[in-house]
């Protein structure tokens, strides 16, 4: 079994193996590392801002239902209000009665231009009869772009303080750990070597001065006997 394994890492099709699983890891660290850093950068503005643009939401209510489920993590990209189609789901903050100060994520029924040429859009749920009160273009946060699964999943374990703590204190303590490592084996790698090198380098020299004597000697003994 180990001869296979070295074998295997060592064919191309191992090495080809091996590029795969570590493309696949970096981007699964980039996408977790992406997703805690807008979840944080949220918590810490309250909202108000979000990471190159994204903001990260969990759907409270079943008002969009079945589009997005409760309990959903969607995500936000700040978009043009003119960018904006009928359509479109939008999350925006609520201003007036019952949603005031609320975040919404809601599908775009209308939209309209006001005097000054700003966006005014009208909005409902899917599940829902009634439009909300009009929402105008500073109100919204951005369209959602992606919602699935595996993402509900993934943030539902950062979201908590716990999740949060173990995927990514304790990934980055590990990674700075195996760095340190590494520095270290290469440190005392090179020390070796230059050991090494220093004592090749005395050999060396002690074989040379000895052969000089030898030299010197069979010289000697040449004279003499001349």
């Given at each position: ?90 999350v925006y903050l609520g201003k007036v009665g019952d949603y005031k100060n609320k975040i919404i994520t809601h599908a775009v029924i209308q939209i309209e231009q006001d005097e000054d040429g700003k966006y005014i859009f009208h909005t409902k749920g899917i599940a829902t009869e009634l439009e909300d009160p009009i929402v105008h273009e500073d109100q919204v946060y951005g369209v959602v772009v992606e919602s699935n ?78």
């Amino acid at each position: 079994m180990r001869k296979i394994r070295r074998l295997l890492r060592n064919s191309v099709i191992g090495k080809v193996i091996k590029f795969i699983w570590k493309t696949i890891k970096l981007i699964v660290e980039i996408i977790v590392l992406a997703l805690a850093i807008t979840i944080i950068v949220q918590r810490v503005t309250n909202n108000k801002s979000g990471f190159l643009g994204y903001r990260i939401f969990n759907v409270a209510t079943g008002s969009m239902e079945p589009q997005y489920n409760i309990g959903d993590i969607i995500i936000s990209k700040q978009t043009p209000p003119s960018k904006i189609k009928v359509g479109d789901s939008i999350v925006y903050l609520g201003k007036v009665g019952d949603y005031k100060n609320k975040i919404i994520t809601h599908a775009v029924i209308q939209i309209e231009q006001d005097e000054d040429g700003k966006y005014i859009f009208h909005t409902k749920g899917i599940a829902t009869e009634l439009e909300d009160p009009i929402v105008h273009e500073d109100q919204v946060y951005g369209v959602v772009v992606e919602s699935n699964k595996v993402l509900t999943f993934v943030c539902g374990i950062i979201a908590s303080p716990y999740g949060l703590y173990f995927i990514i204190i304790v990934p980055i303590l590990i990674y700075a750990f195996s760095q340190f490592m590494k520095i270290q084996e290469k440190s005392v790698k090179y020390e070796k070597e230059e050991e090494n090198k220093k004592a090749n380098n005395e050999l060396e020299s002690h074989e040379q001065s000895k052969t000089n004597e030898d030299s010197n000697e069979d010289e000697e003994n040449i004279n003499n006997n001349t």
